[in-house]
């Protein structure tokens, strides 16, 4: 079994930023990809930003957020920059472990950003 947890959400004013953390732990072998997704209220959920060999953004995002991560603790960062009124959203962190290339998801965790 793997755990995803998130953390670093909160209440932030247009321009801010924030950092989000996500770490793995459990049977875990390898990670092939991580990465996050949010869903605004009555909205679905959208990617964000992933990474495996490269990093990938989704075009609202891009210039402002970063995706990194840190092998050796099996962990996600998502460092989000010059942050809007659109940003505001549940942030939900995925893990995909190989060699099963099973995912798992974290929790959640708020981002608003609000003046």
């Known amino acids: 079994q793997v755990h995803v947890v998130e953390s670093g959400g909160g209440l932030v004013q247009p321009g801010g930023s924030l950092r989000l953390s996500c770490a793995a732990s459990?049977?875990?072998?390898?990670?092939?990809?991580l990465g996050w997704y949010r869903q605004a209220p009555g909205k679905e959920r959208e990617l964000v930003a992933t990474?495996?060999?490269?990093?990938n953004y989704a075009d609202s995002v891009k210039g402002r957020f970063t995706i990194s991560r840190d092998n050796a603790k099996n962990t996600v960062y998502l460092q989000m920059n010059s942050l809007k009124f659109e940003d505001t959203a549940v942030y939900y962190c995925?893990?995909?472990?190989?060699?099963?290339?099973?995912?798992?998801w974290g929790q959640g965790t708020q981002v608003t950003v609000s003046s």
């Open positions: 990474i495996s060999s490269r990093t």
């Open positions: 459990g049977s875990i072998t390898s990670i092939y990809a």
């Open positions: 995925y893990v995909s472990v190989s060699p099963s290339y099973r995912t798992y």
